[in-house]
């Protein structure tokens, strides 16, 4: 993990699900030393711009983000093929219940059962958005 890696995303983590073994090494303060990175890394991955104490959090970010990609994690394997980021899209926005929560009430698509609509609701409010690189 470093403030200088190549910036994670959901195609990273798809990258590294890939592969067979996978070893995260988290600096502390003022991060590892770089004949060790030289000798040992195959990359550096960052997760944002901003700093935190430790990697241990953006490390556990990775894991999180990688392994709900491996067969058998989550009940349904292609869930994550909804959800954001996969597809260059961001999933719609989530309600529950109740209906009306402080004078603010649910849309009527998703209340009135009818699959089709709520589908349709969810495509139309499924937002898009662009990969930016970051130099």
């Known amino acids: ?10 195609s990273t983590a798809r990258e590294l699900v890939k592969r067979e073994h996978i070893i995260i090494v ?23 711009d901003f700093v935190i104490t430790g990697g241990e959090i953006a490390a ?5 983000a990688t392994a709900r990609l ?4 989550l009940a349904d394997e292609t869930a994550f093929e909804r959800e954001s980021h996969w597809n260059g899209t961001i999933e ?5 219940r ?8 649910a849309p009527d698509a998703l209340m009135n059962g009818n699959h089709a609509e709520i589908e349709k609701w969810k495509r139309e409010n499924t937002g898009y958005f662009k990969v930016m690189e970051c130099s």
């Open 1 to 10: 993990m470093s403030p200088r890696g190549e910036r994670f995303t959901q």
């Open 26 to 48: 988290c600096g502390r303060y003022e991060g590892v030393d770089q004949r060790f990175i030289d000798k040992c890394a195959d990359a550096e991955i960052s997760i944002g």
């Open 60 to 64: 556990q970010a990775v894991v999180d």
């Open 70 to 73: 491996i067969p058998g994690v």
């Open 92 to 96: 719609h926005p989530q309600y529950t």
């Open 98 to 105: 109740p209906a009306e929560w402080l004078g603010m009430r």
